[in-house]
């Protein structure tokens, strides 16, 4: 029997990044079940036009489209928040996932080289940097809206084989917490999903470790997993509660949610004077109307470039 879903989200309109499969694909699922239409983004063409189509023709109407991406691009960031204003009228919601496995290439120890050191923080990091931005404009433009970035539990944590991974992971983390003041400037909210090893197509990098040897063959086959479902439940609790904002969410196995709070206490209260807790609450309140005014002039200069909102 089929399980009823409320339509917690009709009428909502969903960017997805790497949503042609493994998590991108199961939150697209779950995003249309609640009544949202999606666009997704990624460089896996082929698989990408046949998972929207298979959305559509499940559906019997047209509520999945497919537009290639390269999430590292702004042009391609661009184009596929452009080809959701066009499609279905504008965006509310955007899970920034796409990315790449942890590689034995990118291990501090290994040899110099621009394109596989870029490579990791590229993908994981600075594509996350572009998206963000662009969801920023649109979704201000619609009224606001919700963005959630896929990191890992190695954005709050680390492993010794795993350097670059972690570092462009741990970006993603920073990057989402420093927007707690974001929904009082445009009602957007930021939010992070960090599953720990999850069972995707991303495991066949680890199994080609497996085949060549390394201090991670033992290791791999005994890590005890997470579960797509369970990434999926804390992606939609990330868009779907209103109070989450700037929050980092491990997925860990078993089926657990839980907060990943920063490690280090609060900035504003080590060794600060009697009155500066005072004057970082002036900061804040300067900082939202400087940063309301720095908004309405990026959307004039995107709309002069790219044309007016839908």
């Known amino acids: 029997m089929t399980q009823h879903v409320e339509k917690t989200l009709k009428d909502k309109v969903a960017v997805i990044t790497g949503g042609s499969r493994g998590i991108g694909r199961a939150v697209a699922e779950a995003l249309i079940a609640r009544g949202a239409s ?3 983004g990624d460089i896996l063409e082929a ?3 046949a998972t929207a189509e298979e959305f559509n023709t499940l559906a019997g109407s047209k509520i999945a489209v497919f537009i290639r991406t390269d999430v590292t691009s702004y042009k391609d960031n661009i184009a596929l928040f452009q080809c959701a204003e066009k499609e279905f009228g504008g965006v509310d919601i ?3 996932n796409a990315g790449i496995a942890g590689q034995e290439s990118d291990i501090a120890l290994g040899p110099p080289d621009d394109k596989i050191d870029e490579r990791a923080m590229d993908v994981n990091g600075i594509s996350v940097i572009k998206g963000t931005k662009i969801a920023i404009l649109h979704m201000a433009k619609r009224g606001g809206g ?4 896929t990191a890992s539990m190695l954005g709050v944590d680390t492993m010794p084989s ?3 991974y972690s570092a462009s992971k741990h970006a993603v983390v920073g990057w989402t917490r420093s927007f707690t003041l974001l929904p009082q400037v445009c009602n957007v909210r930021v939010n992070a999903v960090c599953p720990h090893y999850v069972d995707t197509d991303m495991i066949a990098v680890h199994e080609s470790m497996i085949a060549r040897g390394g201090p991670m063959v033992e290791l791999i086959p005994k890590i005890h997993k997470a579960t797509i479902s369970n990434v999926v439940k804390g992606v939609l609790t990330l868009i779907e509660d209103q109070q989450r904002n700037a929050q980092t969410l491990l997925v860990l196995p078993d089926d657990v949610l839980q907060i990943a709070e920063p490690a280090i206490p609060d900035i504003v209260k080590i060794g600060a004077k009697p009155d500066f807790e005072e004057a970082y609450k002036k900061y804040e309140r300067d900082y939202v109307t400087f940063s309301k005014k720095r908004l309405e ?3 004039q ?3 002069k470039i790219h044309g007016k909102f839908s």
């Open 38 to 40: 999606v666009v997704i």
């Open 47 to 49: 698989e990408g036009k």
């Open 94 to 96: 955007a899970f920034l």
């Open 146 to 149: 919700v963005i959630v970035n």
């Open 162 to 164: 795993t350097n670059a």
């Open 297 to 299: 002039y990026s959307l």
């Open 301 to 303: 200069e995107y709309e």
